[in-house]
Nanobody
């Protein structure tokens, strides 16, 4: 089970950190991915990481601005977002599955409820 939170309103150029709290089986095979979905658009991949932190990759659109990390003691994965622009406005989701796979959102079995990020100009 996943719970995403931390969204809110931020000005362009600002930063925000989203959290994804996980419960249940969180072994090293667990992969946590971050996605976002703007109104009327499909859910887009942002980045993913093994629960162990051993591997991570990012979409080109956010590489260098977004970073995924984890706190094992809190069973939480974070998405640090820097230099935000209005184009980053969307509902952000974390998903999880027990294999690396591809970037397709429909391969993720578990989802958090989504948290809204609004970036004002």
């Amino acid at each position: 089970q996943l719970q995403a939170y931390g969204g809110g309103l931020v000005q362009a150029g600002g930063s925000l950190r989203l959290s994804c709290a996980a419960s249940g089986r969180t072994d090293d095979s667990l992969v946590v991915g971050w996605f976002r979905q703007a109104p009327g658009k499909e859910r887009h991949f942002l980045g993913r990481m093994y629960w162990s932190g051993s591997s991570a990759n990012y979409a080109d659109s956010v590489k260098g601005r977004f970073t995924i990390s984890r706190d094992g003691a809190k069973n939480t994965v974070y998405l640090q977002m820097n230099n935000l622009s209005p184009e980053d406005t969307a509902v952000y989701y974390c998903g999880a599955r027990y294999y690396w796979g591809t970037h397709k959102s429909n391969e993720y079995r578990y989802w958090g409820q989504g948290t809204l990020v609004t970036v004002s100009s």
